[in-house]
């Protein structure tokens, strides 16, 4: 019988010592009236919990493990690499070599970065931007979440969403002014605001597929737009891949919808499960960073030979499997169309929407395309197909401003089961008006 007993106790113990009981805010299970269950270990498609319950995982640590959990081959060399020492702190050559192996993924990035977290990527890459343009403003758009760097806390999406404070407090204004905000998706709005302030403009960042207000798709144009207005006004492009990039095509979105950004930030399944990150793009943008230009970034574990490790691996083991991303979306796929027969047995009207292995539900009947339609979604209805899915063993995320991934771990039978989960989950969910 499902129960998260133990997790509760775990829970009431780590609040007296974390803020929220987490390191990171989401994780406490926000709004859903349960403890989150406390993890003991996982392996494949399948994660358990301190109480004993094994679930299917969707969540994949928020992205990373796009092969599944504890990879024989990921873990063998993480061991291997650590037996020699677990930093250094000076150059090593795997570095060159994930480096090397980035630009093949990704033909735009011509010089890269590695830093510890997507967070350092966004805020980094941006720096740059502001370094070579010499210019302050940077425009974002509502929802999409980059990290937790200052001038990004603006209309921002994820945890920030979930909690009802996209605008952080400890955010100076001055900070907050720099920062331009149009909805996503909004081609006319855009223009505009370039029109009108394009000039003082260093950097356009967005998620090219947006994944932290759910999984929302770019509208056609959107992103050529994008391209056209910063390319007239000489502002730098910036492609936040940190969730989407190795997972909604082989080359990324940038490759999926043909865009070329001049900086790209990859984090996540780059650091195959330990924490590596990176920005790099234009070969001219890059040159501004320090050492060789003025622009000042550095960090005591970047480039740390566990993390390059991981993700060298995680990468290689991609690049070896034959039409791996295709199979990836057919799993996908199938997965959400028993999501949506379940739904429509069940007289449910509900948004899926998919870019490669990257997808999630929207209980609402209109068309999701930006922030406010995905913020007027039902959250009760999210929330009863939420806890029903986790009670039979489905573990997806928490909040309906996040996004789910599958991993080429899952088998046909993971699927099979959480299709059936879902038709239970939908009867619960109709049941709410
Ligand atoms: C698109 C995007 N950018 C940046 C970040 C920040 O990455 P990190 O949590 O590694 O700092 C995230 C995190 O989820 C993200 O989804």
């Not at 970034?297 to 995680?314: C, I, K």
């Not at 999210?382 to 995320?397: P, R």
Request: aromatic residues 10%; negative net charge; hydrophobic residues 35%.
């Amino acid at each position: 019988m499902f129960n998260l007993k133990e997790s509760q106790k775990a829970f009431d113990e780590a609040k007296k010592y974390m803020p929220g009981g987490v390191n990171s805010p989401v994780r406490s299970y926000p709004h859903m009236n349960c403890p989150p269950p406390f993890i003991a270990s996982a392996k494949g498609a399948h994660i358990i919990d301190i109480d004993g319950n094994e679930y299917v995982d969707y969540i994949g640590s928020w992205g990373p493990m796009i092969l599944g959990h504890a990879h024989p081959k990921v873990i063998g060399a993480i061991q291997k690499a650590a037996e020699k020492s677990t930093s250094y702190g000076a150059p090593t050559c795997i570095e060159t070599e994930l480096a090397k192996l980035v630009t093949e993924f990704y033909p735009t990035i011509e010089k890269i970065r590695l830093v510890s977290s997507g967070t350092e990527a966004t805020m980094s890459a941006l720096r740059a931007a502001r370094g070579y343009t010499g210019r302050d403003k940077i425009l974002k758009f509502n929802g999409c979440y980059h990290g937790h760097g200052d001038s990004l806390l603006v209309k921002a999406g994820s945890g920030a969403a979930t909690f009802g404070s996209p605008d952080s407090a400890g955010v100076t204004k001055g900070t907050a002014q720099d920062t331009v905000v149009v909805p996503y998706n909004d081609i006319e709005t855009f223009k505009q605001t370039m029109n009108d302030i394009g000039d003082t403009i260093a950097a356009v960042i967005v998620e090219p597929v947006a994944g932290n207000m759910g999984c929302v798709l770019p509208k056609d144009g959107f992103l050529e737009t994008l391209r056209e207005e910063t390319k007239k006004h000489g502002t730098v492009l910036i492609f936040d891949e940190v969730m989407c990039g190795f997972r909604t095509s082989r080359y990324g979105a940038q490759g999926k919808y043909h865009i070329k950004p001049d900086l790209t930030c990859l984090g996540k399944i780059i650091g195959g499960g330990l924490p590596a990150a990176a920005y790099g793009g234009r070969r001219e943008i890059m040159n501004c960073i320090a050492p060789e230009g003025s622009v000042y970034q550095a960090g005591t574990l970047s480039g740390n030979p566990l993390a390059v490790t991981a993700g060298l691996m995680t990468l290689k083991e991609i690049q070896s499997i034959p039409d791996f991303y295709e199979k990836l979306e057919e799993k996908t796929k199938k997965l959400l169309t028993g999501w949506k027969n379940a739904a429509d047995k069940a007289g449910v009207p509900v948004q899926i929407h998919q870019s490669g292995s990257m997808f999630g539900i929207f209980f609402n009947e209109n068309p999701v395309e930006n922030y406010d339609d995905s913020a007027a979604s039902s959250w009760e209805q999210f929330k009863t197909w939420f806890l029903s899915m986790l009670e039979q063993g489905i573990y997806l995320a928490p909040s309906p401003f996040e996004t789910l991934f599958m991993a080429y771990a899952h088998s046909e039978e993971d699927i099979e089961r959480t299709i059936q989960a879902a038709e239970k989950a939908m009867k619960k969910v109709a049941e709410i008006k």
